[in-house]
């Protein structure tokens, strides 16, 4: 509709500019023959006189008619700019409304699959191998939790690794130990994920951590997930330790920020993102400035919505959560480069 808006500006405003200059090239001829006409009465003397007056009123009718043409000229210039630029606004609200349903889409889609993520910590640290390998620690209970975890690894291709970590903070057991050498035996006991899963007041609970890279998983961003493992699997056991799982961010935030329903001319255009609560960049379509940079998000308070910036449009939508995951107050976002065509800045 907005497409249809403008190009009807400027074909009325090229009709409306072709039949004027036709206009005032006849009215130029009218003068001209008007002239000539006053030019013969004078050199027909007395004889000439009324030939005279039709001439002076033919000119006077020229005068008229081309300013009547530089009017409807100035009139339609006005009105078809104004037209232009509803226009040009229509295709902005138009395109920033998608943009802003796009950048929810982005962070629904992850924040669906992060809710899987908070299932899956609160199934396993029930599984008795998981209790027992910290209720009853020895070679044989530690060997077969090491069992289950790879296990479930075989199957959760989205998990980097998964780690088991007594009350103290020392893990002691996961599921690549062959891959990540120096996690076994680490003391993890000031890491965010081991203090917050052994805060959950029960089993119902579940800590999940923003997106940081893990020394002990070669440097990977991750964002971990945990709870605390209790005696008997029960929801409200004894603490004996936590169980972290950690979901292989880049791949995997990447297939959602790179494979959002643009167009092929928009995705040449814009930056797909999400970003945290601050507004770091936690991904980025063009894999530029992850987990380094923020974005001066202006969101006026708003959970949605876009704006006009240089040459761009920001789109950004909140995280509204999912199911029992509320969230951590990210944002999807995407930076589209405004056309030259609809800038009315440029027009």
Request: hydrophobic fraction near 45%.
């Amino acid at each position: 509709m907005a497409d249809a808006v403008l190009k009807l500006a400027y074909e009325v405003s090229r009709v409306t500019e072709e039949k004027v200059a036709l206009i005032e090239g006849v009215m130029r001829r009218t003068g001209v023959l008007a002239l000539n006409a006053r030019l013969e009465a004078a050199r027909a003397g007395e004889a000439g006189s009324a030939f005279s007056v039709v001439a002076q009123e033919m000119n006077g009718v020229a005068t008229d008619i081309r300013n009547i043409a530089r009017q409807l000229r100035e009139a339609v210039a006005t009105n078809i700019e104004q037209l232009r630029w509803a226009g040009s606004e229509m295709h902005f609200a138009l395109r920033g409304e998608r943009l802003a349903d796009l950048a929810l889409n982005a962070v629904e889609i992850m924040d669906r699959n992060l809710y899987e993520r908070s299932c899956d910590i609160r199934w396993w640290a029930t599984d008795n191998a998981m209790v027992e390998a910290l209720a009853h620690p020895g070679p044989a209970a530690i060997a077969y939790a090491r069992e289950r975890l790879a296990t479930i690894l075989r199957s959760y291709t989205v998990y980097l690794d998964l780690w088991i970590a007594d009350r103290d903070g020392r893990i002691v057991a996961t599921g690549r130990p062959d891959l990540y050498r120096g996690a076994t035996g680490a003391d993890v006991s000031d890491a965010e994920w081991f203090r917050r899963g052994m805060g959950c007041g029960s089993g119902d609970e579940f800590a999940v951590c923003d997106i940081a890279r893990n020394q002990h998983l070669g440097g990977a961003a991750v964002a971990a997930y945990s709870t605390a493992i209790r005696a008997g699997g029960k929801r409200d056991g004894e603490r004996l330790g936590v169980m972290g799982i950690f979901f292989d961010w880049a791949p995997q935030a990447a297939a959602i920020v790179q494979g959002l329903g643009l167009s092929e001319e928009e995705r040449r255009t814009s930056r797909v993102m999400l970003l945290g609560a601050d507004h770091l960049v936690l991904a980025a379509s063009d894999g530029r400035d992850i987990l380094t940079k923020k974005v001066a998000l202006e969101t006026d308070g708003s959970n949605r919505g876009w704006y006009r910036q240089g040459n761009s449009i920001v789109a950004f939508a909140k995280t509204p959560g999912y199911e029992t995951y509320q969230g951590l107050g990210w944002y999807g976002c995407i930076e589209a480069a405004v056309d030259a065509e609809w800038d009315r800045d440029e027009s």
